[in-house]
């Protein structure tokens, strides 16, 4: 599920019945704020009591977005839950040292370290195993091009000046 406004979209990675992990990508300003909002309300509203937000693709965040998050948090909180940040940026993370409010809103590096913060039957499958499965090489022969060694190429030499006089 991908849901978007024109400078903020929000998609649902993976969930269980107690997390959802979701990608926050763009601005978070005044702007979006409602749509923030009402995105992360119907999650907490499908019954997920914790929220890992993954903003390594947050490109903006002013203190209306600031206090977004802290609402969000204050819902979780209220419900027994946690809001946890991945992979916040260098600006990001000066917002939240610089308001007082990284205690409040605890940043890890990737989201496998912030599911980490929770208990174990609260965490969804990570990495999701809804992504397509990597295609392998072909199986080769002998005979195949690709199993022959490179030619070697007989060695150019560069051609020398004749001065004889």
């Given at each position: 599920m991908s849901t978007q406004t024109h400078r903020l979209t929000i998609t649902e990675v993976t969930d269980c019945d107690a997390c959802a992990v979701l990608r926050v990508s763009g601005e978070l300003d005044q702007s979006c704020e409602a749509f923030f909002l009402s995105t992360l309300a119907a999650s907490v509203d499908a019954g997920h009591r914790h929220l890992v937000l993954d903003?390594?693709?947050?490109?903006?965040?002013?203190?209306?977005g600031l206090n977004c998050l802290l609402a969000v948090r204050w819902l979780l909180r209220r419900r027994d839950g946690k809001l946890l940040l991945a992979g916040a940026g260098r600006r990001?993370?000066?917002?939240?040292?610089?308001?007082?409010?990284?205690?409040?809103?605890?940043?890890?590096?990737?989201?496998?370290?912030?599911?980490?913060?929770?208990?174990?039957?609260?965490?969804p499958v990570w990495p999701p195993t809804s992504a397509p499965e990597p295609t392998l090489p072909r199986e080769s022969g002998p005979g195949d091009p690709?199993?022959?060694?490179?030619p070697v190429l007989p060695r150019q030499h560069p051609p020398q000046d004749d001065e004889s006089e």
């Open positions: 903003v390594t693709a947050l490109v903006f965040c002013d203190s209306r990001l993370t000066e917002l939240l040292v610089g308001t007082g409010s990284s205690e409040l809103l605890p940043t890890r590096r990737t989201v496998a370290h912030a599911l980490l913060d929770l208990p174990p039957a609260h965490r690709a199993q022959q060694p490179p």
